[in-house]
């Protein structure tokens, strides 16, 4: 489980991931374009079925958006990301030009960095941007060494003295 790198192509950066078949225990790939403005992940109609899903089966919603109200059919699914197996919503509509994969899904699980000077969006998982080992005693006495020469340094400086490091 690594971050992921993708190039920003323009409205929506291409990305690819995996949806698990409700009917099977096979991964369906897909490719579409990670939109950060959609909250939840949008997939034509007419993926459902290879997919594993019977839209005849589902209730029809209406979901408020910034841009209006959409209607579609909300499911909840198994992703593969970047390395990483999680459940999130997935919404089928008739009206979507193309898969969107939506930021709800995938922000509790990554940290997301836009680099917009060079086009670039990277998916870093959370337990590697966030967890650190804990420092053993011989560490964590030669990083308050560290820190109070830092500080002797400092002091000293402000107080116009020459620092001797002892």
């Not at 323009?10 to 949806?19: A, I, T």
């Not at 209006?68 to 919503?89: A, H, N, W």
């Not at 030009?97 to 836009?114: A, E, R, V």
């Not at 400092?154 to 001797?164: A, E, F, I, P």
């Given at each position: 489980m690594s971050e992921t790198t993708y190039h920003d192509k323009g409205p929506g950066v291409p990305v690819s991931w995996d949806l698990q078949s409700l009917t099977s225990a096979q991964w369906i790939r897909?490719?579409?374009?990670?939109d950060q403005g959609s909250d939840i992940t949008n997939l034509p109609e007419s993926m459902a079925e290879s997919l594993g899903v019977d839209l005849s089966r589902e209730e029809k919603i209406t979901l408020g958006t910034v841009g209006g109200k959409i209607q579609g059919y909300v499911l909840d699914?198994?992703?593969q990301f970047s390395g990483l197996t999680f459940r999130g919503p997935v919404i089928f509509r008739s009206d979507t030009s193309g898969?969107?994969?939506g930021i709800s899904p995938i922000k509790s699980y990554f940290n997301i960095f836009f680099d917009n000077q060079n086009s670039i969006v990277q998916f870093i998982p959370l337990h590697q941007s966030t967890v650190q080992q804990p420092l053993n005693a011989s560490q964590a006495l030669s990083s308050i060494m560290w820190l109070r020469r830092v500080i002797a340094y400092g002091v000293s400086t402000m107080l116009g003295r020459k620092w001797d490091e002892q």
């Amino acid at each position: 489980m690594s971050e992921t790198t993708y190039h920003d192509k323009g409205p929506g950066v291409p990305v690819s991931w995996d949806l698990q078949s409700l009917t099977s225990a096979q991964w369906i790939r897909i490719d579409g374009l990670f939109d950060q403005g959609s909250d939840i992940t949008n997939l034509p109609e007419s993926m459902a079925e290879s997919l594993g899903v019977d839209l005849s089966r589902e209730e029809k919603i209406t979901l408020g958006t910034v841009g209006g109200k959409i209607q579609g059919y909300v499911l909840d699914m198994e992703y593969q990301f970047s390395g990483l197996t999680f459940r999130g919503p997935v919404i089928f509509r008739s009206d979507t030009s193309g898969p969107l994969l939506g930021i709800s899904p995938i922000k509790s699980y990554f940290n997301i960095f836009f680099d917009n000077q060079n086009s670039i969006v990277q998916f870093i998982p959370l337990h590697q941007s966030t967890v650190q080992q804990p420092l053993n005693a011989s560490q964590a006495l030669s990083s308050i060494m560290w820190l109070r020469r830092v500080i002797a340094y400092g002091v000293s400086t402000m107080l116009g003295r020459k620092w001797d490091e002892q």
